[in-house]
């Protein structure tokens, strides 16, 4: 393939892309603040960049990606109460998600994956690609993979190196341990590593509340501790990620 950005292409290529069982995969992100030391564009960055690491692999293009997410939660993004976040509702979400895989199925893609890196979106994506596959003409033979945690298997290995026997869990690995040694490792130049900082909610019950009191929310937009990320456990954890990502695909599509 001459590049494996979708957007690339020209319409014959894409055309014959399709024609030879090429399939496409969609990065599905955030605009979302990510504390005082990441872009509002981490989650869309992780994404982009992990279904670029398999698509030559997997025969896969990368889609332009979905830089809108549904709804920052307190609990594990913050809420909406901190300036920058762009967040769409759960409707707009399904909606844009369903619409460009009917697109693409229009197009003879047959092999899709949406790859989510936004806690928030889990659920909403799997529901368009119901939809998209009972809503298109041309959904014969085609199969859809959702993804919705792609950091989630990872070995007991690159666990310990990541968290160092101190995991808090997933929710509240947002802007700290894992996406910040991730984007040292890919992209350090939209990290300001020194205001990093370690924060929590003073609460994390195992319920939510709306409106979100005061004590679920953070006040740097941190949600554990980021000082402890390093662009070395980004380097041992990130190929784990690619690799395991490429081998369930190969494995489904
Ligand atoms: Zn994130």
Redesign the pocket.
């Known amino acids: 393939m001459r590049s494996w950005w979708y957007a690339d292409l020209t319409w014959p290529e894409l055309r014959d892309a399709a024609a030879s069982g090429t399939g496409v995969v969609l990065p599905i992100?955030?605009t979302?603040q990510?504390g005082p030391h990441l872009a509002v564009s981490?989650?869309v960055d992780?994404s982009s960049a992990l279904a670029h690491a398999i698509a030559e692999e997997n025969d896969l293009l990368v889609a332009p990606p979905i830089t809108y997410g549904y709804r920052s939660r307190p609990l594990s993004?913050g809420g909406q109460t901190f300036p920058g976040t762009i967040s769409v509702s759960a409707r707009t979400l399904m909606a844009v998600v369903e619409d460009v895989l009917v697109e693409l199925m229009r197009s003879g893609f047959k092999r899709l994956v949406l790859l989510n890196?936004?806690?928030e979106n889990a659920n909403f994506i799997y529901e368009a690609a119901v939809l998209a596959r009972e809503r298109s003409p041309h959904a014969d033979g085609v199969r859809i993979m959702v993804v919705e945690a792609a950091f989630a298997g990872l070995s007991e290995h690159a666990m310990e190196v990541m968290f160092e026997g101190d995991f808090q869990g997933w929710d509240v690995e947002?802007?700290a341990i894992l996406?910040t040694s991730l984007m040292l490792h890919l992209c350090p130049e939209k990290v300001l590593f020194d205001r990093a900082v370690d924060d929590a909610s003073a609460r994390h019950p195992s319920y939510d509340l709306v409106p979100a009191p005061d004590d679920f929310i953070p006040a740097s937009g941190v949600l554990w501790k980021a000082t402890l990320a390093t662009a070395e456990k980004g380097a041992v954890v990130w190929p784990e990620i690619v690799a395991g990502l490429a081998v369930s695909v190969a494995r489904e599509l």
């Open positions: 992100g955030s979302e990510h981490c989650d992780l993004g890196w936004h806690y947002h802007a996406e």
